[in-house]
């Protein structure tokens, strides 16, 4: 996964490549590294702190709402009712319930 510098990084490198009107390509890699100022993982920039951080703030609303809102659903690949245990059936969390628990619209 790329770090949030090289991000920055490559979303406006493709976006100089896609514009027509733009600068010469021999200086798409220099103006990309001017304009995001990412120069090197080990020197973060303003921007890629804030987009950490917002990361961060985000990733854990998401566990918490996923943590509230799974489900737990009957196992259909359970065998324990054949098997004599003293339950009927198994149950797992529904991955669905998890995966749509906080919906990208929350991510402004």
Do not use: Q, W
Request: hydrophobic share 35%.
């Amino acid at each position: 996964m790329k770090t949030a510098e090289e991000f920055i990084y490559d979303a406006i490198l493709k976006n100089l490549k896609s514009r027509k009107d733009a600068m010469p390509e021999r200086f798409h890699e220099s103006a990309a590294r001017t304009i995001s100022g990412y120069m090197g993982p080990d020197k973060p920039n303003i921007t890629a702190l804030a987009m950490i951080e917002f990361a961060k703030m985000h990733v854990k609303a998401a566990l918490e709402a996923a943590s509230k809102k799974a489900k737990m659903v009957p196992d259909t690949n359970d065998y324990t009712g054949n098997t004599g245990s003293e339950y009927d059936v198994s149950y797992i969390i529904n991955k669905n319930s998890i995966l749509d628990a906080y919906p990208e619209t929350n991510i402004k």
